[in-house]
C-alpha cells in the first residue's frame, strides 16, 4: 500500500516538475527537491489497489486523489493536463473582480475581512485587524500581492506547485491558509515546519535567515491571501501597482 502512494506521488510529482519547468521557474529549485525524493516513482505504479485508507489530515486529501482515479501510467499521463486547463481557464478570466471572497477565505479574511488600507509600512494594505491583505482596483494588483508572487515563484513554487495549488510532496497553500493566519504563516515560514501535513519525512524548510524570503515575507502571505480568497487567479496579477518605495525598502533589507 505504501508503494502505491510513493508512486503515484511520484508519477504527480515529474508532472510538477515539468510544468514547472515550462513556467521557466529556475532549474536549480526544480532539481534540488524532487531529486531526493523521485526515486519511488522511478517504480512503475501497479494496477490501482483497493482505495487509499482515509488520508491523516484533509490537507492530504489532493495527494491521494490520483491514485483511486486512475492508476500508475494513466495517471502519470493524464495528471498534467489538469493544471494545464485551469492555467487556461484563469488566463481567459483575469481577477478583475475586486475584493470578492470565496466561499473558503483564508483565515484572515473570515476573522476581519479583507478590506485594507494603505496604512501598512511602505504602503502595504493591512486589514481591520492590522493584517497584511491584497488590494486589488482599477489599476490592478498591489504592489505587494504582485511581489509576493515574483517571490513565491523563487522559493516555494518547487515544492508547493505553481500558483501555491500544492504538489504531491508539499500542501496547497490556498487551502492551508483557510486555518493559519498571519502570525501562524510568520512562525511557519521563520521556523519550518515537520510531520504535520504528512506524518513521514515531510518538511518544511526554515526561512528565517534567508533575507531572499525574510524581506518579502509580508509580500509573500498577502499573494497566498489574496489566491486563498478567490481575489487572485492563477498566474501572475496583471497588472499590478508600482511602489517605488517598498520595492526599494525590500533591496535595502537584502543590502543591495
Ligand atoms: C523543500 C520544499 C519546500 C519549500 C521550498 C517550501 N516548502 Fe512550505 N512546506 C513543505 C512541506 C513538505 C510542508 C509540509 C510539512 C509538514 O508535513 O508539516 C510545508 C508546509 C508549509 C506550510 C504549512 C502548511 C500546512 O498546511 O500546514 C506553509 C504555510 C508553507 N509551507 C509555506 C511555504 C512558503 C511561503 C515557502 C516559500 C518561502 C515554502 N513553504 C517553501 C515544503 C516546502
Redesign the pocket.
Known sequence: MPKTILACAGAVLLSTAGLALAQGAPAAGVTV?PAGQTAPGATPAPAPAAPQPAPPAP?QAAQAAPAPAAGGAAAAATAPAAPEETQQAAAEAPPTGGMQLDAHPSADSAASGNAGQPTGANGMFVDAAGNPTYNISAEGADWFAWRGYKK?GA??L???GPDGAGSS???N?TE?LQR?NYFD?AG??VSG??????PVN????A?GEDPN?MCSLDA?YVYLRGRADGAIGRGEPKPHVKNKEAQDAEYACLGQ
Open positions: 527537491v490537507a513565491f522559493n516555494c518547487q515544492c508547493h510532496f508539499a500542501p497553500l492551508s493559519i504563516f511557519i515560514i515546519q515537520q510531520n504535520k501535513w504528512h515531510s518538511i518544511m524548510p526561512w524570503v509573500i
